[in-house]
C-alpha cells in the first residue's frame, strides 16, 4: 500500500471527548472513527488488524472442531420472549417495524436463534455432538460507552455454542475450549487470566479470560498459584490468604474481560424444548455451552497493553503491515533501492506500508511509530552509503544497517 493514497491518514485532531487510550491511538493512527458513542467504523488499517484476530480465532475454533457458520442480527421477537429475555434483558435494542406495527430484536447474543435452528438438525443421539461459531456484529445498548472499541453499543463477537447429550459431555467440551481459549489470546500477545465469574442462574461458574491493565473496568483478585475470581463473586478481598493453595496473598487488579465461557446446561434447551432420542428411543434434553471472545474489544486490549508514548507496538501476528518501508528524498539510488526492497518483499510475501510522501524524515518516523508495524526500514541516501538500509525493531528499538537481500531473509 502507498501511504500517500491511503483513504485514511493518521491525525492529530483528536476528540477530546476520546479518553482512553485505545481509542485514542487507533484514531490517530487511522485505524477506527468514531461515528457515534459506542459505535466507530474500521478504517482499512483497522480492518487488517480486525481480520488477523479472526483469522486466529477461526484457527483455533477449527481445531476445536467448531464449523463456522452466520446467523442474522435481526431476530423475531417470539424467540426473546420464548426465553423471557424480551422483557429481561437491559441491553437488548429492540426495533419497531414500519409495517405492521411488528418488533424485532438485534441480537446481543445467539442462544435464541442458534438453538431453533439446532432443532431443525438434532433428532438422535448420532446428531450429537455439535460445534458451530459464528464472527458477527453484536448489538448491546450499554449505558455508558466510554471506553473507545473495548464497550461498543455495537461490536464484534465470536460466539461458538455446543450441543451434548449430557452433562459429562458439556463438561469435557468446556476443558476443550479453555485451551482453545488460551491458544488464542497468547497468539494474540496477551496474557489473559481464567477467573472463576458468575455462572449466572444455571451453573456455579463461568470463567471469564481477563488482562490485566489499568483501563480495565473489571476487578479480579488473583494469586501467583493461578487462582483467580471476579469481585463480583469473591469471598477473598486484597491481602487476604489464598483460599486455594492456603500460601499465597490475594492481590487485586483492574483487567478487561477479553472472553467469557459458560456451561448453559439446560437453559436455552428447555424453553424451545430441544431434544434428542437415546439409545433405547427416549426422548433426552439437550445439554449446551456458549463460549464468547469479544474480537474488537480483544484489538482494544491489545492497544491498551502494546503501546509506548510514541504510539502503537502490534505483536507480529496482529499488524496491519510487518514492515513500514519509509523512502527518504527521491536521489536516483535511493528510489532504485526502494524498488529493490518491496518487490523483493513482494516475491517473499512480506506486506508492507510503503510512506512515499515526500514530507520530513521526523514526520514520517512519527507516523510510522503511531501505526506501529513491527519492522521499519529506511531508504536513505545515508543508509546506502553505510552499505545498505536502516531496519529498526518497533518493540525494541533496535537498529541497524544492513543489506537489502540479507533483511529480506530475516523478515
Ligand atoms: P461486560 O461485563 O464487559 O459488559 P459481558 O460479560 O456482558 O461483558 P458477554 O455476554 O460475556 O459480555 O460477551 C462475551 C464477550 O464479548 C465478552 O467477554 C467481551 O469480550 C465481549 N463484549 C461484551 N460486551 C461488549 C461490548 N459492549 N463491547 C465490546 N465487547 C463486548
Ligand atoms: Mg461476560
Request: aromatic share 10%; glycine share 8%; net charge negative.
Amino acid at each position: 500500500m502507498l501511504m500517500s493514497q491511503q483513504f485514511a491518514s493518521t491525525r492529530k485532531d483528536v476528540s477530546e471527548e476520546e479518553v482512553s487510550v485505545n481509542a485514542q491511538l487507533l484514531t490517530k493512527a487511522g485505524y477506527v472513527e468514531k461515528v457515534m458513542a459506542g459505535v466507530y467504523a474500521f478504517l482499512p488499517l483497522g480492518l487488517r488488524v480486525l481480520r488477523n484476530i479472526e483469522e486466529v480465532v477461526r484457527e483455533e475454533m477449527d481445531a476445536a472442531g467448531g464449523q463456522e457458520l452466520l446467523m442474522p442480527a435481526l431476530h423475531p421477537k417470539e424467540y426473546w420472549e420464548a426465553t423471557g429475555r424480551w422483557g429481561g434483558l437491559d441491553v437488548l435494542f429492540k426495533v419497531p417495524s414500519q409495517h405492521g406495527g411488528r418488533e424485532y430484536a438485534l441480537g446481543p447474543s445467539h442462544e435464541e436463534i442458534v438453538v431453533p435452528l439446532a432443532q431443525k438438525f438434532i433428532h438422535s443421539y448420532r446428531d450429537l455432538p455439535q460445534y458451530v461459531y459464528q464472527i458477527q456484529s453484536k448489538f448491546r445498548d450499554e449505558p455508558r460507552a466510554k471506553s473507545g472499541i473495548l464497550r461498543g453499543r455495537e461490536f464484534m463477537m465470536k460466539d461458538l455454542y455446543s450441543f451434548h447429550v449430557d452433562e459429562d459431555d458439556m463438561h469435557a467440551y468446556y476443558d476443550v475450549m479453555k485451551i482453545a481459549y488460551s491458544n488464542v489470546f497468547t497468539r494474540c500477545g496477551l496474557n489473559a487470566i481464567e477467573t472463576e465469574a458468575s455462572g449466572g442462574t444455571f451453573s456455579e461458574f463461568s470463567h471469564e479470560y481477563q488482562v490485566v491493565t489499568e483501563s480495565g473496568e473489571d476487578i479480579i483478585f488473583t494469586c501467583e498459584c493461578g487462582y483467580a475470581v471476579n469481585r463480583e463473586i469473591a469471598k477473598v478481598q486484597s491481602g487476604d490468604e489464598c483460599p486455594l493453595c492456603k500460601k499465597g496473598v490475594i492481590n487485586e487488579h483492574k483487567a478487561i474481560e477479553v472472553g467469557n465461557i459458560f456451561s448453559l446446561h439446560r437453559k436455552y434447551s428447555d424453553p424451545f424444548k430441544l431434544r434428542y432420542t437415546d439409545e433405547s428411543g427416549v426422548q433426552q434434553p439437550v445439554y449446551m455451552g456458549c463460549y464468547g471472545i469479544g474480537i474488537s474489544r480483544l484489538m482494544g486490549a491489545v492497544v491498551e497493553v502494546h503501546h509506548d508514548d510514541k504510539g502503537i507496538v502490534w505483536p507480529e501476528g496482529l499488524a496491519p503491515y510487518q514492515v513500514h518501508v519509509v523512502q527518504l528524498g527521491d536521489d536516483e539510488d535511493v528510489v532504485k533501492s526502494t524498488q529493490t526492497l518491496i518487490k523483493k518483499l513482494d516475491k517473499v510475501g512480506v506486506s508492507y506500508m510503503y510512506d512515499d510522501r515526500k514530507l520530513s524524515a521526523g514526520a514520517m518516523f512519527a507516523d510510522a511509530d503511531l501505526i506501529g508495524a513491527p519492522h521499519r526500514v529506511v531508504v536513505s541516501d545515508r543508509s546506502l552509503k553505510n552499505g545498505g538500509v536502516e531496519h529498526t525493531v518497533r518493540s525494541s528499538g533496535d537498529s541497524k544497517v544492513i543489506d537489502i537481500a540479507q533483511l529480506v531473509k530475516e523478515l
